[in-house]
């Protein structure tokens, strides 16, 4: 079962920043072990996004390299989701808009692993 609660942050948040972030980097680490568990095995990296909301200055390097993750997610289990870098953090409508299929990707790979 996840400990990820994508709706509990809003903009500006910082303490829900890091709850989200710790969720996220939490539900990332289950995703690789689960596929690390298949048989064949499916290795993905296990990046630390432990940081994500709360990265400053590094969250562009973040959203490139949790991009790429995603992009083998969805090979690996057929789901599809938007260029999840194509955000601006510190923007409240884009941020709202991308945690809203940010959390609906994560939803999607969840169901096909039967979490």
Not at 70 to 75: A, E, F, G, I, Y
Not at 92 to 113: C, F, K, N, P, T
Request: net charge negative; charged share 15%.
């Amino acid at each position: 079962m996840t400990e990820f609660r994508p709706d509990f942050v809003s903009f500006g948040d910082v303490a829900g920043y890091g709850a989200w972030d710790d969720g996220h980097a939490r539900e990332h680490l289950t995703f690789v072990q689960t596929f690390a568990q298949q048989s064949p095995a499916i290795l993905i990296p296990a990046y630390d996004f432990l940081t994500f909301l709360t990265a400053g200055q590094g969250q562009q390097q973040l959203l490139e390299s949790h991009f790429a993750v995603h992009q083998m997610l969805r090979n690996a289990t057929g789901v599809n989701g938007v260029d999840l870098t194509q955000v601006r953090l510190d923007n409240a409508d884009d941020l709202m808009g991308w945690l809203s299929y940010h959390r609906d990707e994560h939803a999607a790979i969840r169901q096909v692993l039967g979490m």
